[in-house]
């Protein structure tokens, strides 16, 4: 905590310092040149040292907390526990299930490995964006980003077997068109309307035929699916595939990451947070009972 508290002191001085040396070096620039271009030039490039010159310290900063904090919490909960803060879910893991758009630029960090209830897992944070190019009048030429999905992506041993792959997409998903899911091949998946209006009111499922979706998706799952949904912040899409579940969770989040350098660092605060993330691993499982014998693989 000190060590901690004491990087943090020494990160926030120097933000404050380089912040206001730029605002006053901005506004003398413009009073001299009246230049607006150049003050937005002199913002844009004093922000970008100014976070090159704090890099080291601050990833000193992630690495300590990230280790003294967040490795403690989740030894604590798991078993078999991998934790790479750096490394995420390969691409390839998520394209191959086929029922993800997975856009232009891929990033991946804090991958999880481990057991819960004796249920093996992975997890990591996943940004996926399209690019855009376009081109004006003038013939100079802009790209632009659209986030498709920013989130966590968990992988649970599903214990109960199936013949085909089953998706379910809760409505408001930004990635929800059928089409960009399985690309080509989205001729083989059918919309299949489950007996709860409900759950057909909130989510969609898609399957290669109606008999593995009502084998997978019992009422009781599906209840348990949308109490899932009212727990959860952002919209879920969940895969099962391959006697695997796959959940997406889009809600605009990073997980496991450090308090702001410009506020005092508070243990129970940060131990609560921690938990929190943890949580949204451990209750798919416990919600889900993933653990219990109905779900045991036939041999």
């Keep these: 905590m000190e060590e901690l508290e004491e990087i943090r002191l020494k990160l926030r001085n120097r933000f404050i310092i380089g912040i206001i040396s730029i605002i006053l070096f901005s506004a003398l620039f413009t009073i001299l040149t009246k230049s607006i271009g150049l003050l937005i030039c002199i913002l844009f490039i004093g922000n970008i040292l100014l976070v090159l010159f704090n890099y080291k310290l601050y990833s000193q900063y992630t690495k300590i907390f990230k280790k003294e904090f967040v490795l403690k919490s989740l030894k604590s909960k ?13 691409r390839e893991t998520i394209a191959d299930t086929k029922m993800m758009y997975m856009g232009d630029i891929y990033k991946s960090e804090d991958y999880i490995s481990g057991k819960y209830k004796d249920i093996k897992f992975e997890q990591s944070d996943v940004h996926i964006e399209e690019e855009h190019t376009s081109t004006d009048s003038d013939g ?3 790209t632009s980003y659209t986030t498709i999905f920013k989130g966590r992506w968990m992988i649970f041993d599903f214990n109960k077997t199936f013949k085909a792959d089953v998706q379910i997409a809760q409505k408001g998903f930004k990635n929800s068109k059928v089409k960009r899911f399985f690309g080509k091949e989205d001729e083989i998946f ?6 709860s209006e409900s759950f057909n009111s909130r989510f969609n499922v898609y399957a290669q035929n109606e008999h593995d979706a009502f084998y997978i998706i019992t009422p009781t799952l599906m209840s348990k699916i949308e109490k899932l949904g009212d727990m959860t912040r952002g919209k879920l899409l969940l895969c099962f595939i391959d006697n695997r579940l796959h959940i997406g969770i889009d809600d605009n989040k990073d997980s496991f990451e450090p308090p702001t350098i410009f506020k005092q660092i508070n243990e129970t605060e940060i131990i609560e947070k921690i938990s929190g993330d943890i949580k949204l691993i451990t209750q798919f499982v416990d919600e889900l009972n993933l653990d219990n014998d109905l779900f045991k693989k036939e041999v």
């Design 140 to 142: 100079s030429t802009s």
């Design 190 to 195: 059918k919309k299949v309307s489950m007996e």
């Design 78 to 90: 798991f078993s078999d526990l991998v934790y790479q803060p750096l490394n995420g879910i390969p």
